[in-house]
């Protein structure tokens, strides 16, 4: 008997986690609408542009190391080289 009853609790439970589980999948990826990577912690979509500049820097806030602001001047070097820039 506790077999039968084990066998319904297992069988129950797999319908249970394959109906619910695309549901939780697809809300997670409906989150954001924006297609980035890293997403930032916080962004408000608007019209217009975002100009990128000779003023253009990187702030660090928080956790620092020489690694990674090396990392951080290696980027800006990189980029205000770039073909894009300007």
Known sequence: MKKAYLAVFIVFSLVVLCLLGPARILRAQGK??????????????GEGEFPIDGNFGIALKGYKEPRLEKAQQRFLDTFSSSQWFG
């Open 32 to 45: 954001s609408s924006l297609s980035i990577m890293p997403l930032p912690a916080h962004a408000v979509l």
